[in-house]
């Protein structure tokens, strides 16, 4: 399927979310690295967490102005960092001291990289941003282009224990994110992960559980088509909850 055939057959949710993502971006760019200024501290966490050899690649997805990337450069040989924002990425330029790292714009739901190009991927804070539809081709096209054994991390909302301070977070956050936000949270997201072939070792809460990080390592050999997975092909174009019914 070409990229122009694939944009042609998107539905009205998934066409109002990039062109949501192309103008909130746009705007949001220069002020970005002030708003997420708490994380700072998480992204040395997280590059912390995968045990990297010196020629390693990785792989930033929604990589944003850059910052885990930037986390990940003293560890990796290479570090390439993409997102849909060109706004984005030009702070991100402008701030990298990093030889090893490059960034480029490209659709995370069609990587434009071969299969099994990275031995880790990472992506923080842009799964719950997504349409269900859009994230699990995320999932799967990060999950194809990570080498068998490979880490792969996720950084994004979680709730804190406790019914009560589990419901203030949500309703807080909930105030200036979109829809998305409370079908992902409430989502079986580690169900999600191992339909596309990822076998989680850790959940970590962060930032006083407002968010969790998964990592764990690719398994089989995933292609475009589906991942494969010992005892045969799983499809991707399932949901994640059918995933999480058969593990009941």
Known sequence: MTRATAQAE?????????????????IFAHVYDAVVFPFRRLRREVAGMVDLGPGARVLD???????????????????????????MLRVARRKNRFPNVTFQQADASE???????????????????????????????????????????????????????????????????????????KSDIVALLESAGIEISEQRPALAGVARILSGRRSGGATRAGVERPGGVANLDGSAACAAEERR
């Open 10 to 26: 998107r539905t009205q949710e998934e066409r109002d979310y990039y062109a949501l993502q192309r103008s909130v971006y746009s």
């Open 61 to 87: 997805v929604a990589t944003g102005t850059g910052q885990q990337a930037f986390a990940f450069a003293e560890k990796a040989r290479e570090v390439v960092g993409i997102d849909l924002s060109e706004a």
């Open 111 to 185: 990587l434009p990289f071969d299969d099994a190009s990275f031995d880790a991927s990472c992506v923080s804070f842009a799964l719950h941003e997504m349409p269900a539809s859009v994230r699990e081709r995320v999932v799967r096209e990060m999950a194809r282009v990570t080498k068998p054994g490979g880490a792969f991390i996720v950084v994004d909302y979680g709730l804190p224990r406790g019914r009560l301070a589990g419901s203030i977070v949500y309703k807080a956050i909930k105030l200036y994110e979109r829809d998305h936000y409370a079908t992902f949270v």
